[in-house]
């Protein structure tokens, strides 16, 4: 895969860069900074781009807010968002759409599920750190109230962006128990049933998203 | 040259003949041997009537004054040059004189009728009164004709009027000279009363230096004869008298003429007239006392002198206080006005239904200077304020009055120029209203010191927000980028073992070791200051309930509001989450509810529990109370027992 990197901390971009360049991954551009970040997009079109959301020039949110321009230019362009805390401002407008991640930065530290993500992400589906969807779920909890306790660990795990079987696999039930979970999950949400399992997860974040922040 | 000056002149070779020939009749070979000291007191109006002539020019006190000397002079050089007639050289012309001279003292009263006519700027009070004018030199002629007419039956000398008038006319032409000289006398006199009661201020207060020597010349008239009368002194008793004619007149008229608000005349005159009348009621009360007590116990009783002297000093104090009030109101009415009103405010303030700020406004009315400001020292600071704590600068054509309390300087009084008596009517005020000034200027440095500590407390507050901000970027920034680096770093150096190496199991325990500090980093970056605050004060409360064991339900709307600022939203979120953490540790609460609602200009949060209640009301809630003081905000606790605690807090949404 071809990745640029936008991280403004040199140790953690070095480090970054040859974890991915190890995994075989050709890492086309790095940028210290949000502003040099759309030009090098332009310039490389990579099939993945990884960007830090604290960033220069105002060291606030600068990388996510970069991450909205690119999508209003490309709106397929996969990207994958790190951070050092939980933070959802920016990212619930953009975990709706697909070919988006959003980690933890201390994630990059369990290689195996870091590279799975990344490559979800530039697949075009998700990858979401169980923290952020504690989060987002969190902001809607008047409604998810609802919801039992497993259906609440089914919901994250599907926002996190795993399939049915891998949620499954993690819960130690049967793929049909999940799919009896997500069905009462939509039923209390009130959310109209579609066939596609990755549009469900969307749909569920839509509807987070529109709650109150 | 004017009238004025020329008339000045005349009046002055008058007096300069006069001396001259009172000298030289006393010392000449008339060798009269008469000459008293008063006559040379005769250049203190003459003296007095030139300095006015030049200070004053055009004051028709000027030419008064010097005829009034010339008058006092001219008489007696008449009878003396009539009396040389009868001394071996006698002068030429003396019979003549001798015959004028028998009836020539009302000449020595026509100055001072003329000075009170025309005193203190020569225009009569009326047409009518020009006929005073000429009455004045008239009637002195007439008495003078009449006595040098009848001087046959009355002179006890043998002496011989030109003219025999029949004996049945000469009772009645005297008496009718002389009571037109009474009548002329008493219209002068009321021509200053009538003056006084039509005139402004200016010529009411040179009345009163006029009125003032009037009231010392009577009293030490009527003192003097009481001493004679008695047999205590001879005739040299009335030689006060005469020097209050001679000097105090006079010199009192040309104060009034040159500087009539040289000195508080209203309060002199109102002090004497309430010092005389004092000790005339005093008196005559010992008088009666003594009299009445010396009937009961004997003319000759020493512990009946010493009784009624006594009960007469009892009375004299609250007495002369009731006198001295009585006529302050009377001649000296600006200020018992002045005083009365002021007084009137000071207690308003006393009682709290007057500001003691409007203190401008009072003295402004009290002495109707509506340009009359007032201000105050700024307490530490330099420079002056006004009276709302605005800086100030005197008007520069003001008259400044410093304002003083022992060492401290007060303020500056600024009143609009205009006359001394204006500048002491408000001196009188200001220093009247010293109270109420003085707390205005305390009022106004407390205020200015809760401002500034207000403004020292908001900007701590602030920069230990900042702080807060910059140590929670710093462990986000380095410490935990450091650490996942370094993490990274680990990771790669694993990929290059082969797989079954011993040291990988290591390497992977190190990695978790590290990811471990990275999460307690990370929540040591949340207590010092909670990154969900990025995303916004409603989010962060959001968040806060998903870490609690209870339910926690969260209604907080603040859209519509501008985004609050850090400190707020700090202070807000931690308030809560503080309550919150009570709530869960003290009060075993089932469920808490957490409400924010912006409000106007405040931002009102309600932490309420259905735990036990009858939480501390006080010492639990310091450290929350502070932290809610800190910005200004309010905090209110009701905890009953058995109906749960609520925390209601209202923050000012300005800090």
Not at chain 1, 192 to 198: G, L, V
Not at chain 2, 139 to 167: G, K
Not at chain 2, 432 to 448: D, N, Q
Request: a neutral charge; one cysteine or more; hydrophobic letters at 50%.
């Amino acid at each position: 895969m071809r990745v640029v990197i936008a991280e403004d901390s040199v140790l953690f971009r070095e480090g970054l860069v040859r974890l991915l360049t190890e995994s075989g991954h050709d890492v086309v551009a790095t940028v210290g900074d949000a502003d040099a970040l759309p030009a090098a997009m332009r310039e490389h079109r990579p099939d993945v781009a990884v960007i830090d959301v604290r960033m220069p020039p105002t060291m606030t949110d600068d990388g996510a807010r970069a991450a909205q321009t690119i999508r209003a230019d490309h709106p397929q362009q996969p990207i994958l968002l790190l951070s050092q805390h939980v933070e959802t401002r920016h990212s619930v407008n953009l975990v709706s759409t697909g070919a988006f991640g959003y980690l933890l930065k201390d994630r990059v530290l369990r290689v195996a599920d870091f590279l799975d993500a990344l490559t979800r992400v530039a697949a075009g589906g998700s990858a979401l750190d169980p923290q952020i969807v504690a989060a987002l779920l969190t902001s809607g909890r008047s409604l998810l109230a609802a919801l039992s306790t497993r259906e609440h660990e089914v919901l994250a795990l599907t926002a996190e962006g795993h399939s049915n079987t891998a949620i499954a696999a993690k819960l130690i039930v049967s793929e049909r128990t999940v799919e009896t979970h997500m069905r009462s999950i939509f039923q209390r949400l009130q959310l109209a049933e579609t066939p596609d399992s990755h549009r469900r997860v969307l749909a569920v974040l839509t509807y987070l998203r529109s709650q109150p922040m | 040259m004017n009238r004025g000056r020329w008339s000045a002149l005349a009046a002055t070779a008058v007096c300069l003949a006069s001396w001259a020939a009172l000298a030289w009749a006393a010392l000449g070979p008339a060798r009269l041997g008469d000459i008293s000291a008063v006559y040379a007191l005769g250049a203190v109006p003459l003296g007095l009537g030139w300095l006015l002539a030049v200070r004053a020019p055009g004051s028709p006190v000027s030419p008064a004054l010097t005829w009034l000397a010339a008058s006092m002079l001219a008489t007696p050089a008449v009878e003396s040059w009539g009396r040389t007639a009868a001394t071996g050289s006698p002068w030429w012309g003396s019979a003549v004189m001798s015959v004028i001279g028998a009836g020539a003292w009302p000449w020595q009263l026509v100055g001072f009728m003329a000075l009170l006519l025309v005193f203190p700027d020569g225009r009569l009070p009326g047409r009518r009164w020009a006929a005073v004018g000429f009455a004045i030199p008239v009637s002195a002629l007439l008495v003078n004709a009449a006595f040098v007419l009848t001087m046959n039956y009355h002179d006890p000398q043998p002496a011989h009027s030109p003219v025999a008038v029949p004996e049945p006319i000469w009772a009645p032409l005297l008496v009718g000279a002389l009571l037109l000289l009474l009548a002329v006398v008493v219209t002068c006199v009321a021509s200053v009363v009538v003056r006084y009661r039509a005139g402004d201020d200016r010529t009411r207060q040179q009345l009163r230096w006029l009125i003032l020597a009037a009231v010392v010349i009577v009293t030490l008239m009527v003192a003097s004869w009481v001493v004679t009368s008695q047999g205590w002194l001879g005739p040299e008793a009335y030689a006060g008298f005469l020097l209050g004619i001679v000097v105090l007149l006079p010199a009192a008229v040309t104060v009034a003429v040159l500087r009539h608000d040289l000195f508080e005349i209203d309060r002199i005159l109102s002090d004497s007239v309430a010092w005389i009348l004092t000790t005339a009621v005093a008196a005559l009360a010992l008088a009666l006392v003594a009299g009445g007590i010396g009937y009961l116990v004997g003319r000759d009783s020493r512990a009946g002198l010493t009784g009624s002297v006594f009960l007469v000093a009892l009375a004299v104090l609250p007495l002369h206080r009731a006198i001295h009030r009585a006529v302050a109101r009377v001649i000296d009415r600006d200020r018992a006005v002045i005083l009365e009103r002021v007084q009137q405010f000071v207690e308003q303030v006393r009682d709290g239904s007057a500001e003691p700020e409007s203190v401008e406004t009072v003295l402004r009315a009290t002495v109707s200077d509506p340009e009359l400001t007032l201000l105050l020292t700024d307490v530490g600071g330099s420079g002056y304020v006004d009276l709302t704590g605005r800086p100030a600068a005197p008007a520069e054509d003001g008259v400044r009055v410093p304002l003083r309390t022992a060492d401290t300087d007060v303020g500056l009084l600024v009143v609009s120029p205009g006359s001394m008596r204006g500048l002491r009517r408000a001196r009188l005020a200001v220093t009247a209203a010293r109270l109420p000034i003085e707390v205005s200027r305390l009022r106004l440095g407390l205020r200015r010191a809760l401002h500034e500590v207000d403004e020292s407390r908001r900007r701590l507050v602030t920069a230990s927000a900042q702080e807060r901000r910059r140590l929670e970027r710093d462990l986000h920034d380095g410490a935990q980028q450091q650490l996942i680096a370094l993490g990274m770093q680990l990771r790669s150096a694993q990929r290059r073992l082969p797989g079954a190496h011993p040291v990988n199991a290591e390497l992977d325990q190190a990695v978790e070791r590290i990811e471990h500090a990275v999460a307690e980093l990370r929540r040591l970056a949340n207590g010092v200051r909670p990154a969900t605050l990025d995303d916004g004060l409603a989010a962060a409360l959001a968040r806060l309930s998903a870490d609690s064991p209870v339910p926690v339900d969260v209604d907080v709307e603040l859209e519509g509001a501008d985004m609050p600022s850090e400190v707020l939203m700090t202070t807000a979120y931690f308030v809560v989450s503080e309550a919150v953490a009570n709530a869960l540790k003290h009060a075993r609460a089932q469920r808490i509810r957490v409400t924010a609602r912006h409000s106007g200009p405040q931002l009102h949060i309600r932490v309420s529990d259905d735990g036990d209640g009858g939480a501390p009301t006080e010492s639990g809630l310091t450290a929350l109370r502070d932290r809610v003081g800190s910005i200004g905000g309010l905090l209110t606790v009701t905890s009953a027992p058995r109906t749960g605690t609520t925390i209601e807090v209202v923050l000012p949404c300005a800090s």
